[in-house]
């Protein structure tokens, strides 16, 4: 295989089960190769069919842990993203897509709650009362991350997120936890 065609191939795939491992929690290569299917990428799941040193390779990372996997899969994006900035034509792009969101004074509020508390983290705790979600601080200080504009609280957190000032994880239950970063210990010095 040409040198393209496999940094193409590498990419292709790597981008694929990040897309799959955003949406689903499957550790099997055959929920995988469905989802290919399911999402008209029927030749990629045909040639991992085929091709059995690449299937075996894919059950073992699919096998990972979910966390373990989603932050490896993020670890790699940065990488990839840092590599291809150093060469010519490519660093806009990369600007481009990982530049950092602006934060909202909200969501600058909840960093700062979450690192004043020493809690580990913080877990969503989804009210279906009407009510606003909650946010339990977790792992230090307990209490609940106060908030004024329900309506934009996933929004921030998410920011939170991309700028990887927190870390996501998801519980068994679908729950989303959020971690404190050393980036955000960073962010207010």
Not at 14 to 29: D, P
Not at 102 to 124: K, N, P, T, W
């Amino acid at each position: 295989m040409d040198p393209l065609t496999a940094a193409g191939t590498v990419a292709t795939i790597v981008g694929l089960l990040s897309s799959f491992k955003a949406e689903r929690s499957g550790t099997e290569l055959t929920e995988f190769t469905k989802w290919l299917k399911e999402k008209h990428y029927e030749e990629v799941a045909s040639a991992i069919e085929r091709n059995s040193s690449l299937s075996k390779e894919l059950s073992k990372i699919l096998a990972t842990n979910h966390t373990d996997l989603v932050e490896r899969l993020a670890q790699l994006d940065s990488k990839i993203a840092q590599l291809a900035s150093q060469f010519d034509g490519f660093g806009g792009l990369i600007n481009a897509l990982h530049s950092k969101a602006v934060l909202s004074e909200q969501a600058i509020s909840v960093l700062r709650q979450l690192l004043d508390s020493g809690a580990e983290y913080i877990i969503e705790h989804k009210m279906f009362t009407g009510k606003a979600d909650e946010y339990h601080l977790i792992g230090g200080s307990c209490g609940n991350i106060t908030y004024a504009d329900r309506r934009f609280i996933k929004d921030d957190l998410n920011s939170l997120v991309y700028a990887d000032l927190v870390r996501l994880e998801l519980t068994s239950k679908g729950s989303k936890k959020f971690f404190v970063t050393r980036a955000a210990a960073e962010f207010f010095r």
